[in-house]
């Protein structure tokens, strides 16, 4: 079936850092791919998304690109933030998206030391 | 501006209880889903609707049941509560536009234990 693989963490980095969190998937069609982060105590944001390879996903600072290549989404920033201290999760959607639910990896835990 | 609320942030049940958690979108979306999420598991879709009445089964609907009277709401039913259902609760909300349908938005979360 459809699946996700992402590093799990707690990834831990100092601010103004670089980031890379990786992200891979398995899928049966062409998916859609997206990052949602979930800050403390909050509910699921939609940070970035890509619909079709090669498309980059941005926002806040953070990029994604879609690579069919290597069935990846890696997620970076090139100078992270205390307030980007939160839970990221990878997740892909079929058939047009959301009408059949998304999968998602099991979620990096992201930890900004000033 | 998008908005997914959730009845309850917190609820603590006993095992056999009958629990609702409800979910109210304001954006006139026609597909909801009910999520849970588990340290180590992400999540983990329990069931989807994608018009009034209609439900679909997700990935672990054993244990839940949904009703989906108005197109707003959508409730996440556990019809005998056991102390495995100890968990967040997600729900979300797409459109069913070609554009849209990609994009979910999600509520608070309900944290629900189960003693």
């Known amino acids: 079936g459809d699946s996700v693989t992402q590093m799990e963490g707690p990834v831990t980095l100092s601010e103004e850092a670089f980031l890379t969190i990786n992200c891979t998937y398995t899928a049966t069609g062409y998916p859609s791919l997206f990052w949602y982060v979930q800050y403390p105590g909050e509910g699921l944001q939609l940070l970035l998304k890509a619909t079709k390879a090669d498309d980059k996903g941005s926002n806040k600072g953070f990029e994604a690109t879609y690579r069919k290549e290597t069935t990846s989404f890696h997620l970076e920033k090139g100078s992270v933030q205390v307030s980007d201290s939160a839970v990221y999760f990878c997740a892909l959607s079929l058939s047009g998206g959301g009408a059949d639910g998304l999968t998602f990896g099991k979620g990096t835990h992201l930890i900004i030391q000033p | 501006d998008v908005k997914v609320t959730q009845s309850s942030r917190y609820l603590v049940k006993r095992t056999g209880e009958k629990v609702f958690l409800e979910c109210v979108q304001d954006m006139d979306h026609e597909n909801m889903f009910w999520y849970r999420q588990d340290p180590g598991l992400g999540l983990r879709l329990i069931y989807f609707?994608?018009?009034?009445?209609?439900?679909e089964k997700g990935d672990i609907p054993e244990g839940y049941s949904v009703s989906r009277e108005k197109k707003e709401r959508f409730s996440l039913i556990l019809e005998s509560a056991s102390t495995n259902q100890t968990s967040m609760y997600l729900c979300a909300s797409s459109s069913a536009t070609l554009e849209g349908t990609d994009t979910q938005y999600f509520g608070p979360g309900t944290r629900l234990t189960v003693l």
């Open positions: 609707s994608y018009d009034v009445k209609m439900k």
